[in-house]
């Protein structure tokens, strides 16, 4: 499923990391979450979401290291698929032409995705900005958005500090995230 990215021009110039594109998907897969960018550790190891911020996901998703990297169950599409290089208070923003160069080749052949989970402010501004007037809007309208998608924020550090402000996130969203994760992988998967 992954396309050629040998041919893809500019993928690795301008001073970044070499190319090492990081998604994880299947065309069974059941659920999509849409990051942001692979972080460096991401980077370094190949592994998506295998840091903090990854085991604070799966706790809020409610799922186990093993479901959550079998691809039959989780795609994992980030907004960019390679690490763009750090910047002042955290990685560098996705490279432009990541999303609609892949996006469109990938997203629709994720043909039994019943729920999508967009994490961050690069998707929710791709996906979702008609939906909400911000992020923690966005994040607040789980039960509009559900049962086909949410948002999330990014469960990095720097967003430690917004969550312990948003109680309501750990109290309401979360429930209802994991609920809907246990119906989309079935009684025995969760």
């Not at 958005?145 to 917004?162: D, F, G």
């Amino acid at each position: 499923m992954c396309p050629d990215w040998t041919s893809t021009p500019g993928l690795s110039g301008g001073g970044t990391p070499a190319a090492r594109p990081l998604l994880a998907a299947s065309v069974s897969s059941r659920i999509v979450i849409i990051g942001q960018v692979p972080g460096r550790i991401a980077h370094e190891t190949g592994v998506p979401w295998n840091d903090g911020s990854g085991k604070s996901l799966r706790e809020w998703l409610g799922v186990t290291d093993e479901q959550f990297y079998d691809e039959s169950l989780i795609a994992l599409v980030p907004m960019g698929f390679c690490y763009p290089s750090e910047s002042k208070g955290g990685d560098m923003a996705p490279r432009p032409e990541c999303v609609p160069l892949w996006h469109p080749q990938v997203l629709p052949k994720l043909t039994r995705v019943q729920l999508t989970v967009y994490i961050g402010k690069y998707p929710f501004a791709r996906y979702l900005a008609d939906e909400a007037e911000g992020l923690t809007e966005g994040v607040r309208a789980a039960t509009k958005l559900l049962p086909t998608s949410i948002l999330l924020p990014h469960p990095s550090p720097p967003n430690q500090m917004l969550l312990a402000r948003n109680l309501w996130f750990e109290r309401d969203t979360i429930p209802m995230l994991r609920k809907r994760v246990r119906a989309v992988l079935g009684p025995n998967r969760n």
